[in-house]
Structures are given as C-alpha cells and as structure tokens.
C-alpha cells in the first residue's frame, strides 16, 4: 500500500536559519506530490506541488521543494525562517494510476524560536 | 482567505445528539470533499463529491452522512457519535471533477467536534 512518511514529528528553528522538512513516499509510479501548511486554527494551504518537469519546485512564502526519486524524497526547504513559518506541514502523494487517493503524511510541527 | 468556509467552527455533542457541519465554496468548483483530522494521526479522506454526486466513499460509518444539495453546499450529518469522533473536520474543494489526481484543493479551516 502507498504511504507516506514524514519522520520528525516536530522540528524547531531559530527565526533566519534555514529549515528542511523531510517527507518519504512509498509508491511504484511517478507520483503527484504536494506539501501543504496549517496554520492554528486554519485549514490546509498548498504550498507548492511536483507533477513532472524540473525535479526542483518553487512555491509559496519563499518555499521550495526537490524531488528526488534515487531516494522516494520530496524534501521541502527554505533558506530563511521567519516567526510567521510557525505552522504544521504535510507532505501528499496523490496516485496517478486514473483512481483519486490523496494520503497525507502524518505531520511536521514546525516551532520558530527568536 | 480561501474561499471555503465552513461552520461552525467548533461544536460539543452528546453522543445521542444529532448534528449537521456545513461547508460553502465560493469558487465556483466542481468537487467537494470532507476530510478527518485528528491528533497525531494523517488527514483522512472520507467522501468526495463531483458535481454532487457521490464519487468516493472510503468506508465510513453510516453515523457519518453526507449530503452536497448544489456544487457549492457540502453538509456533513452526524448522528449517534462516538467519543473516538472527536477530531478536526475539514472540507474541501477543487475545480475539476474530483476524480483527476492533478487537481489542487482548497481547504475551508474546519469543525472542531467534541463528543462527549
């Protein structure tokens, strides 16, 4: 079965260092991949998405993401936190194989300290 | 702001109680979706609606019964609840037909429920 795996459960940085956001698929095809942010008391907000092309995927706030299938990673960076960043995040693989399935991984809490 | 909203946004039911979560998108998509979220667990989908018709069920208990009356409108009915009910309900929506694994959702920021 498709899964996805995001390994630390919460991860605290220092506002202005950078921050990397691990996130681990299992999945035999090329798979639809996303992150998305919650902010307290919010619902989900894309972050950015790989469906194919360039492996290295801009999005939102500064946000970026690589896709590396040697290692079934779809990694998110940002070079430079900022207080605001405080959010949880989810890593998404959507299969492609004409089915809807959207499985969420578990999880990133993000802390910022000053 | 994301165009979803839904209401109300935090709600405390007895376990014989009947309820009902509503959800309005006003982005004019197609599909609508409600998710489960609860602590420390993934988002769990649970119906999917396309042009309001029913597209995905992922075995949900009949306690839980949607109903999606336009493609703007998504409810979610609840009866007979238990304490392990307690989470973060979420909808969605998307403008395809909620069946394309490409489409990008738009999430609403939830009901709290807490059944006692």
């Known amino acids: 079965a498709q899964s996805v795996t995001q390994p630390d459960i919460h991860i605290t940085v220092s506002e202005g260092a950078s921050l990397e956001l691990r996130c681990n698929y299992s999945?035999?095809?090329?798979?639809?991949l996303f992150w998305y942010v919650q902010s307290p008391g919010q619902g989900l907000q894309l972050l950015l998405k790989?469906?194919?092309?360039?492996?290295l995927v801009q999005g939102i706030k500064g946000f970026e993401a690589e896709f590396k299938r040697s290692q079934s990673s779809f990694n998110l960076r940002k070079p430079s936190v900022h207080w605001s960043d405080a959010a949880e995040y989810f890593c998404?693989?959507?299969?492609?194989?004409?089915?809807?399935?959207?499985?969420f991984g578990a999880g990133t809490r993000l802390f910022v300290k000053a | 702001e994301t165009g979803v909203t839904q209401t109300p946004r935090h709600l405390v039911m007895g376990m014989t109680n009947k309820k009902s979560l509503k959800c309005e998108q006003h982005?004019?998509?197609?599909?609508m979706y409600w998710y489960k979220q609860s602590a420390k667990k993934p988002l769990e989908l649970m119906f999917v609606?396309?042009?309001?018709?029913?597209?995905e069920n992922n075995s949900v208990p009949s306690r839980f019964s949607p109903e999606c009356p336009n493609s703007s409108h998504l409810f979610l009915h609840l009866h007979t609840l238990q304490p392990e009910d307690s989470a973060l309900y979420l909808c969605?929506?998307?403008?395809?037909?909620?069946?394309?694994?490409?489409?990008?959702?738009?999430f609403g920021p939830g009901t709290r429920l807490t059944v006692l």
């Open positions: 969605a929506s998307s403008q395809g037909n909620g069946v394309a694994s490409t489409d990008t959702q738009y």
């Open positions: 999945y035999g095809a090329t798979p639809y």
């Open positions: 790989y469906f194919s092309g360039d492996t």
């Open positions: 998404a693989v959507v299969q492609n194989t004409g089915g809807f399935k959207t499985i």
């Open positions: 982005l004019g998509h197609n599909a």
């Open positions: 609606y396309s042009l309001e018709e029913r597209v």
